[in-house]
């Protein structure tokens, strides 16, 4: 499962990329954002207001996004583990911080504990997500573009992107070193969005304890900063189901894969 999680990841990043210097060379008039699935939540105001679609967002945004809420009811943040290319890079990116900085887990120079993180995870992404969807939807226009890491990273110099746009990148990217996948974690507004419905997803990881031996070896390895080893079912709306933590344990059947009711 990790090698083909990585393998979808890496042919994620280079479709997006590969679009992006196409539309920016002018070889081709498909932009990044066509793909987008926030961009169908930022529309989604405008639609039922003033039946018209936000800027470049279209009906395959709004498609997607709805698409992804089921599949997110199902499979958790799956899309963030697997599909997301922002998500991809920055998590290659906080590997390279781990190795560098010598951190052992992904909350890199600071350990918050859970409660500290989901407090300051559903107070600072919500903030992002109401101010992106409030200056959206008041000007009718994607205004996010040139503060978004993805349409930055990915655009190519595109619409909207300015010199500033390369120091919020920037900073986005020194943060990711010191704090891997502090962007993901804390400020992603797509995340936020996502929650409510990656709460009750269906598919969750269940750890037996009759196997575990408790070592620890899944927080460390999870990207999600997650307290796999002290739960009995990891629950959280966080998990993206990218399987690092199984793949980390050394314990056959200590934690599997399981839908509600299945046999632990
Ligand atoms: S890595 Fe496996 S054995 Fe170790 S604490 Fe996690 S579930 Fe238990
Ligand atoms: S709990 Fe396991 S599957 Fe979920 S995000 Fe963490 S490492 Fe990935």
Same mark, same amino acid.
């Given at each position: 499962m990790r090698r083909l999680r990585t393998a979808f990841q890496v042919l994620v990043v280079a479709a997006v990329a590969v679009t992006g210097v196409r539309h920016a060379l002018g070889w081709s008039m498909t932009t990044i954002e066509k793909y987008c699935p926030f961009g169908g939540l930022e529309t989604a105001y405008a639609l039922v207001t003033r039946q018209k679609f936000t800027c470049a967002a279209g009906e395959l945004n709004l498609a997607l996004f709805l698409a992804l809420i089921l599949l997110t009811l199902l499979a958790r943040k799956a899309f963030c583990g697997w599909v997301c290319p922002l998500g991809a890079v920055l998590e290659w990116w906080g590997r390279l911080g781990r190795r560098w900085l010598r951190f052992s887990s992904f909350d890199g120079w600071w350990r918050p504990s859970d409660r500290t993180r989901k407090v300051l995870q559903t107070v600072l992404r919500s903030v992002v997500l109401a101010a992106v969807l409030a200056a959206t939807w008041a000007t009718g226009?994607?205004?996010?573009r040139g503060y978004d890491p993805y349409y930055i990273l990915?655009?190519?110099?595109?619409?909207?992107?300015?010199?500033?746009s390369y120091f919020i990148l920037g900073g986005l990217l020194a943060l990711g070193l010191a704090m891997p996948m502090a962007w993901c974690k804390y400020l992603c507004p797509l995340g936020a969005a996502l929650w409510p419905a990656s709460k009750p997803g269906l598919l969750r990881l269940r750890r037996s304890p009759d196997h575990c031996?408790?070592? +620890?070896a899944c927080d460390d390895a999870c990207p999600q900063s997650l307290p796999v080893s002290s739960v009995m079912e990891v629950r959280s709306g966080e998990c993206t189901l990218c399987f690092e933590c199984t793949a980390a344990?050394?314990?056959? +059947?200590a934690l599997e894969l399981r839908a509600p009711g299945g046999k632990p």
């Amino acid at each position: 499962m990790r090698r083909l999680r990585t393998a979808f990841q890496v042919l994620v990043v280079a479709a997006v990329a590969v679009t992006g210097v196409r539309h920016a060379l002018g070889w081709s008039m498909t932009t990044i954002e066509k793909y987008c699935p926030f961009g169908g939540l930022e529309t989604a105001y405008a639609l039922v207001t003033r039946q018209k679609f936000t800027c470049a967002a279209g009906e395959l945004n709004l498609a997607l996004f709805l698409a992804l809420i089921l599949l997110t009811l199902l499979a958790r943040k799956a899309f963030c583990g697997w599909v997301c290319p922002l998500g991809a890079v920055l998590e290659w990116w906080g590997r390279l911080g781990r190795r560098w900085l010598r951190f052992s887990s992904f909350d890199g120079w600071w350990r918050p504990s859970d409660r500290t993180r989901k407090v300051l995870q559903t107070v600072l992404r919500s903030v992002v997500l109401a101010a992106v969807l409030a200056a959206t939807w008041a000007t009718g226009e994607l205004v996010f573009r040139g503060y978004d890491p993805y349409y930055i990273l990915f655009s190519a110099h595109g619409h909207d992107v300015m010199f500033w746009s390369y120091f919020i990148l920037g900073g986005l990217l020194a943060l990711g070193l010191a704090m891997p996948m502090a962007w993901c974690k804390y400020l992603c507004p797509l995340g936020a969005a996502l929650w409510p419905a990656s709460k009750p997803g269906l598919l969750r990881l269940r750890r037996s304890p009759d196997h575990c031996t408790e070592c +620890g070896a899944c927080d460390d390895a999870c990207p999600q900063s997650l307290p796999v080893s002290s739960v009995m079912e990891v629950r959280s709306g966080e998990c993206t189901l990218c399987f690092e933590c199984t793949a980390a344990c050394p314990v056959a +059947g200590a934690l599997e894969l399981r839908a509600p009711g299945g046999k632990p």
